[in-house]
């Protein structure tokens, strides 16, 4: 089983590990479909579950709420994280794709994930990205409307800066909860611009989306030399995949984040489920590094 994660001084507890919803539309479930898959992810643990108001042309929460309405009673068991703050060209009235982090704007978002989720509070809702006309105030009246009407319990933000972090912190009574972020050996920046490090000053947990770089990992012919090393690493290891080696590497770091898994098929989300057993060297996570980046450390 997935061990039970406290994200933040404050809460909430996820899921070490994180079933993602991003590309559900193209799954091509039918709601019992999609409620099965989410009972066996259930069952194995994983019951943090990740959205966002965007996701699949903006029909993702609502699909996921179709299959919550013939199984209600699964609703008791998750932890739902969405996210708002983009609107795009999707949008009647969107000539152009923008950030908006207006305090009406988030209520009525959070309000519309309610009802398209099926469920009468988020655990979780995060800025999706940095708004360079973010008013930290705002955002911060919003936040806590939304918390004393129980409609959203926890808070947090998606590709934040640590001066963004810290600027919405400083507006909060509450501890944010986590700032999610990509990390996979494909894209490092985090590990070293001071993210990772403010969240684990913090103790916060981050939360990793695209660990496997978007599926460039098994397409990209530039990756071949990643592939291999991931490969040697897994053997030396016992590994099954090169998923489950990437999905340890991300573990490794101390500020722990919780890999977001974005699968639809549930024997590649058992897979994931055996990285948690796995542990690299501090050698066998900088061969990695280094194969993905193409340098070793000066």
Known sequence: MVQRIVMAPQGPTFSRLVMGYWRLMEWNYSPRELAGFIEQHLDLGITTVDHADIYGGYQCEAAFGEALRLAPHLRQRMEIVTKCGIATTALPGNPIGHYITDQAHIIASAEASLKKLATDHIDLLLIHR???????????????????????????VSNFTPGQFT???????????????????LHQPTLLDGTLDQLQQARIRPM?????GGGRLFSDPGCQLLRDELAAVAQEIGADTIEQVVYAWVMRLPARPLPIIGSGRIERVRAAVRALSLELSRQQWFRIRKAALGYDVP
Not at 168 to 182: D, G, H, K
Not at 208 to 212: F, G, P
Request: glycine letters at 4%; aromatic letters at 8%; charged letters at 20%.
């Open 130 to 156: 940095p708004d360079p006309l973010m008013d930290a105030d705002d955002v911060a009246e919003a936040f806590l409307a939304l918390h004393k009407s129980g409609k959203v319990r926890h808070f947090g």
């Open 167 to 185: 600027l919405l912190q400083s507006r909060l009574p509450f501890t944010l909860a986590t700032n999610q972020v990509e990390i996979s050996p």
């Open 208 to 212: 990793a989306w695209s660990c496997l």
